[in-house]
Each structure stands twice: as C-alpha cells, then as structure tokens.
C-alpha cells in the first residue's frame, strides 16, 4: 500500500470551476448536519453556497463562507481515500483546521465548529489585507537571496509611521504578505509587476498569520473550548514544521497554537512540506479538494527542500511524468489513483 502526506488546502482555493464539488462529498448525513448547523446560525447552508447557478466573488470568497466551503470539501476528499495509508496531515493556513479534523484531532463536527467560528470572525473584522509576490522565476529555481531581498523591504516598510506589514505566509516560492493598506500599498508599489499577474491582491483576505490578528485570536479563544480538541490520530505537522506525534499531544496545547500562535504568527508552509518529505519520505503528497493552485506551492518546496534532487520546474515535471508522486485529487486523471474511482 502506498503512503501519502495530506496537504489541506486554504483559503482562495474555491473558485468557479469548484461549483458542484460537494456533489462527490461521501457522507450526505454529516454533510446535513453541516448544513443544520448554518442554518441554525442564521447563515447560507453549504449546499445552497455550492449549489449556486453562478460563482459569486462576494458571496463566495467570503470567509464566513469559503472557510465552511473549503473545509467540507476538503474533508470529503480525505473521507474518499481508498488504498492508501496516510501517514501524517498538514495544511495550508486555513487549511490547518482541516488538517486537525483529517488527523482526528477533532471530530469532523467539532472541526467545522472551529473553521466556521474562525472564519466568521475573520470576515466581521476584516483586518488588514494580503498580497502574493514570487521570489522564484517561472523555472522554480531557488533564489534565497531575492527573498531576502524581499524580506527586508518588507520590514523596513513595516518599521515606517502608519505602515503594518509583515510576512503571513511562506509559500514555496511565493511569499504573501500581509499589513494594512499604507503597508500593502507601499510593497505593491516597490516591487516590479512580475509573470503579468504580480503582485496580487487578494480579496476578501485579512491579515492573516499577523500581530493585526490578535483581537481575532482573542475572540476565538473565548468561544471555542479545549474540550474540542482531542489527541490526533495521525502526525499533524504545523506552519511551523513542528510534528504533532499521537500520545504526545496535549490538547491544551494544540487549543494554544491553533487559536494564537498559527493565527498571529507567520505561517512557514515550505517548512511544513520540508518536514513531510524528510520525516516521513512518503510515495505520495496528496492534496485534495477544492481546486488545484496548491500543488504548485508543493512542487516549490519540495525543490526548495532538494527533495530527491530536484532543482527546477522541469525536474519536477520529469520526475512527476515518470512516477506521479504529487496527487491533486481535483483533478479527473489523478482522483482515480488514490480513491479508486473509475468515473
């Protein structure tokens, strides 16, 4: 049987082409209670959100919306895994409360209570906003000195009067960063527009992984109890890289990260590949649903990590030609490997 390291995906990850993905989601009764659950708050059920004849950006992108939307889907991806054996979780920001649910550090129920609350805080603050920038050219190739040349500017923006601005993700070979308006707005402007898309403003987006976050983080300690969180099933590995072994985890202490170091502090995604390419050398990464736009943050840490040599954007896809080891269940020809699905 084959190993694998799941990779839960974020925000900004269900788009359009993502209407109808609940479709496929293998419980209907817990997909209900989810549904329930919105309704007895008061907000759109998932299925009325999913269900949708058109993508709205504001409907959709909303983090009291995508947040339960990303979750659901995730979660039913990892529900449909078949002949494969998971041996540790991770995730992408957002994607860390799925990653909790998908290693059994809380039930899937308690798991949708953590990400709706988190998400429906985040969106009735909105604080801050994020931008997307690369350090590597369009061939992938490392270039630690044009981050850190993009690491300083970002702390020296940072440092002037009325600027917030502060790494929030570390992305493969994208950094995002975060601040207020004066911050975002002075970054965007001293950096060269790169590959006609960059830098890229993400809507909808708070500063998230940031010191603007804390009043968030406060919110969400206050509602969301230890007595949701259990002892994970699986190794969770964390945006810091850190292994949250089975039996060595309090739940106090996950409650603590998740709800203040992982939502104030920068969150290091390529760590968190690193440390599943070298700690647990898996067949597979897979990454399921919504969407696809994560593997390529994958594929840049790996190279980043010098995972099996790799040093390039076409030494990746050689290699993923030869033996597909990065497996993005949202896509029709890579689904069936890992789910046995013939349709």
């Known amino acids: 049987m084959k190993t694998a390291v799941l990779i839960c995906p974020g925000r900004g990850t269900y788009t359009k082409t993502e209407l109808g993905s609940l479709a496929r989601f293998p419980d209907p009764a817990l997909l209900a209670r989810f549904d329930a659950e919105r ?86 603050a909105l604080i801050g906003g994020q931008t997307v920038y690369p350090f590597m050219g369009e061939d992938w190739q490392d ?12 702390e020296d923006i940072g440092d002037r009067a009325g600027h917030d601005l502060a790494l929030s993700i570390d992305l493969g070979g994208m950094l995002v960063i975060a601040g207020n308006e004066a911050g ?28 603007l976050q804390a009043p968030v983080a406060a919110k969400g300690r206050a509602v969301l109890p230890e007595s949701l969180f259990t002892q994970p099933a699986k190794p969770l590995i964390d945006g810091r890289g850190q292994v949250w072994w089975p039996g060595a985890a309090t739940t106090a202490a996950l409650r603590d990260y998740t709800l203040g170091h992982q939502v104030v502090e920068p969150y290091d995604f390529t760590a968190a590949i690193r440390t599943a390419a070298r700690e647990f050398a898996p067949d597979y990464f897979i990454v399921p649903g919504p969407g696809t736009t994560l593997g390529g943050a994958v594929a840049q840490s790996l190279i980043r990590a010098n995972w099996r040599g790799l040093a390039s954007k076409s030494d990746f896809q050689r290699l993923q030609a030869e033996d ?11 689904r069936p490997l890992v789910t046995g699905d013939t349709k």
């Open 143 to 154: 270039a630690p000195l044009r981050r850190a040349e993009l690491l300083a500017l970002v």
């Open 324 to 334: 597909p080891f990065l497996i993005s269940m949202a896509l029709p020809d890579q």
């Open 184 to 211: 975002l707005k002075a970054f965007e402007s001293a950096v060269p527009p790169v590959q006609g898309r960059f830098p890229l403003r993400l809507g909808n987006h708070a500063a998230f992984h940031t010191a």
């Open 39 to 124: 309704a007895r708050l008061g907000q759109e059920t998932l299925s009325a959100l999913d269900g949708a004849q058109s993508y709205s950006v504001a409907r959709h992108t909303r983090g009291d919306n995508a947040s339960a939307l990303i979750y659901a889907c995730t979660l039913g991806d990892a529900l449909s895994l078949q002949d494969v054996e998971v041996v540790a979780v991770t995730g992408n920001s957002m994607g860390w409360y799925s990653a909790l649910a998908c290693a059994g550090a809380v039930s899937p129920m308690d798991g949708f209570t953590v990400v709706n609350t988190m998400g429906t805080l985040m969106q009735e």
